[in-house]
């Protein structure tokens, strides 16, 4: 090695194409310690390498030159006669400069298909350049540094703004240097709303002057005192301020690069450009993405101009991965489960409570596969059940007693589920409809129970519900535990919407019933004749509730039982209120939160209100393992 006394090292010219380099110039500087490194980098990532131990001399080098300046530069490094030369731009450097060791167009072609990142492209290129010296296989000390001048300046800005030395500090950089690449702004004002509230952590904002604009917006939206420091750093204070901060939250951009560099922890955010390439890598780090099917394109512009890859994901996906770093509880791959699917479909499309008591496995599928595509198919009654859940991508309606009915629409349906390209079916009760769907829409893994065409899935389960030894909830989740997913959540989860909350005020003003008393709802409908508890009985628990207790009491249930409803209240002796027909799921879901008490029939709302916490009395009376109280009762 003592052969090599001068390297040329070429860089390249956006910053996190630059820093992706770093390690390839620390690994050189590692085997070749006495050697002059000579870089050759653009303008804008220059101070990288001008405060580095590894760097002897820096050119800077603007690819926009004309041939003739072009060529003066290659004819003043011919003369300083380099033993090696590292050309990880792929030009004319490599060509042109005649040494032993270096690097050709050749060395960028036919790379192993492990090597996938970009640093480790540029690690490897740099050793094959060597070959037949080898150089260190692991990744060797950084060779950067910061002076007490960057130092200085970070404990000028925590004195500013009143920083305390145990405070937490996150560091937010919502810009990108393309638009393809930004999570939306609006939903970065959610999250540090949320990280505020929730965590009481200091936000800085940070980003290069391109992103000025960005962080303007960001501070008129929030209204609350955040550091902005915005286009008002350099490089290498930047660099300082990153090294102080707990958790760097970026969108696919140069100060992603940076921080992983420094060893800062990262959730990054990915749309088009793939994490495979381009991710964080300091150790703790994570990606949040959505797996749509046409991601990653790596393109410029949607070919479908929706952008869902970054617009589906949501606020709750990123604080989900930034809180356990934030609480230095962060596990990761604790659930193991058997396989990584991408694009997830969950399967109920039967009624009200079976949707609902089937939340907790979209909980735990979202627990499972974080990053994962994850759609619902249910019918249009349910639709509303789950439209909101933060844990699903989006929610697919099968409408097989009317739009699918035939068997032909169902299988034109099923064409349209196959342009997802989902990867895992999860079909939580078993009917021949779905399974053919499920069939036909090519699904590679398709998991259900052994009933109903159930050889047409690839995994199935025994079905034992008719037995009741367990709740239905517990039942649905079987499904996730054969792929090796334990649950770690089993809450029913109802989206209560701000418009259902203020549509069920509205109707309280309307009909004059006082929050402020004890309000007690009654549900006397059922989905079959043997559920219902005489009418009768019904009217005089309401009077009971009323002259004994001095309650409200309001009657509910959908349009098929308001005749139920009118029985009930036409044996009654005291006032009741009639929301019998009026409500949808969602503002039932609203009335039901404001009620201290409900009491139904074995139906679907007895769910809705267990949803809300609202308790329940439930009554049952058949004696059939199957449908007792041990599996549908209030949970």
Not at 102 to 113: D, G, R
Request: glycine share 6%.
């Amino acid at each position: 090695m003592d052969e090599i006394k001068k390297i040329l090292f070429v860089s390249l010219s956006n910053i996190g194409d630059a820093v992706l380099t770093l390690p390839a110039l620390d690994l050189l500087k590692s085997a070749f310690a006495q050697s002059d490194i000579t870089v050759v980098v653009a303008d804008g990532p220059k101070e990288l390498f001008l405060q580095n131990r590894a760097v002897s001399k820096t050119i800077i080098f603007d690819k926009r030159a004309s041939f003739r300046q072009k060529l003066s530069l290659l004819w003043q490094l011919k003369k300083e006669r380099f033993d090696a030369v590292v050309d990880l731009r792929n030009s004319l450097f490599g060509v042109c400069l005649a040494c032993r060791y270096k690097t050709t167009p050749l060395s960028f072609v036919f790379l192993p298909a492990s090597i996938r990142h970009m640093r480790d492209r540029n690690l490897y290129i740099t050793r094959r350049a060597f070959s037949p010296i080898s150089l260190p296989d692991s990744l060797t000390p950084r060779m950067f540094c910061l002076s007490q001048k960057q130092e200085a300046w970070v404990d000028e800005v925590w004195e500013k703004f009143r920083f305390k030395k145990n405070d937490i500090v996150v560091a937010v950089a919502a810009g990108a240097k393309s638009h393809t690449k930004r999570w939306p702004v609006e939903r970065f004002v959610l999250l540090i709303e949320r990280l505020l509230k929730d965590y009481g952590v200091k936000i800085v904002l940070v980003g290069d002057k391109n992103d000025i604009s960005i962080a303007k917006f960001l501070i008129d939206k929030l209204n609350i005192e955040i550091i902005n420091l915005v286009g008002q750093t350099t490089l290498l204070q930047l660099a300082a301020l990153l090294k102080r901060v707990k958790v760097v939250v970026s969108n696919d951009s140069g100060v992603l690069h940076l921080a992983s560099y420094l060893g800062v922890k990262v959730v990054a955010i990915f749309g088009p450009s793939s994490e495979e390439k381009y991710g964080p890598w300091s150790e703790g780090s994570v990606v949040v993405k959505k797996e749509v099917f046409c991601r990653p394109c790596q393109e410029a512009r949607c070919r479908y101009n929706t952008l869902d890859c970054m617009k589906l994901v949501k606020v709750e996906d990123v604080l989900s991965q930034v809180g356990p770093i934030l609480e230095g509880n962060q596990t990761l791959g604790t659930l193991k489960p058997k396989g990584i699917y991408k694009r997830i479909l969950i399967v109920r499309t039967d009624r009200i409570g079976d949707v609902i008591l089937s939340t907790p496995v979209i909980t735990a599928a979202r627990q499972a596969w974080p990053n994962a595509y994850i759609a619902m198919m249910v019918s249009p009654l349910t639709r509303e059940l789950v439209e909101g859940n933060p844990y699903l991508d989006e929610v697919i309606v099968y409408d097989k007693d009317d739009k699918q009915k035939s068997w032909l629409a169902s299988f034109l349906f099923s064409q349209k589920i196959k342009r997802y390209r989902f990867d895992l079916a999860l079909i939580l009760h078993p009917t021949s409809r779905v399974h053919l769907v499920t069939f036909f829409a090519g699904i590679k893994r398709r998991v259900g129970y052994n009933r109903k065409l159930g050889f047409l899935l690839t995994d199935r389960i025994a079905h034992l519900k008719q037995e009741g030894l367990r709740h239905e909830l517990d039942y649905t989740l079987d499904i996730v535990r054969h792929l090796g997913v334990e649950p770690q959540d089993k809450k029913i989860t109802i989206p209560l919407t701000e418009e259902a909350k203020k549509e069920a005020a509205r109707i309280f003003l309307q009909e004059g019933i006082d929050s402020n008393k004890t309000l007690v709802a009654i549900h006397p409908g059922a989905s079959c004749p043997s559920k219902v508890w005489p009418s009768e009985r019904f009217a005089a628990v309401a009077d009971r509730l009323i002259s004994d207790y001095g309650c409200l009491v309001l009657f509910v249930c959908g349009p098929k039982d308001i005749k139920r409803v009118e029985a009930v209240l036409g044996q009654m002796k005291n006032k009741a209120f009639n929301l019998a027909g009026r409500l949808s799921l969602m503002q039932l879901a609203a009335v039901l939160g404001r009620c201290k008490l409900f009491i139904s029939c074995d139906s679907g709302p007895v769910h809705i209100s267990a949803g809300v916490g609202t308790p329940v009395i439930s009554i049952f009376g058949r004696n059939q393992a199957g449908l007792s109280p041990r599996r549908w009762g209030p949970l």
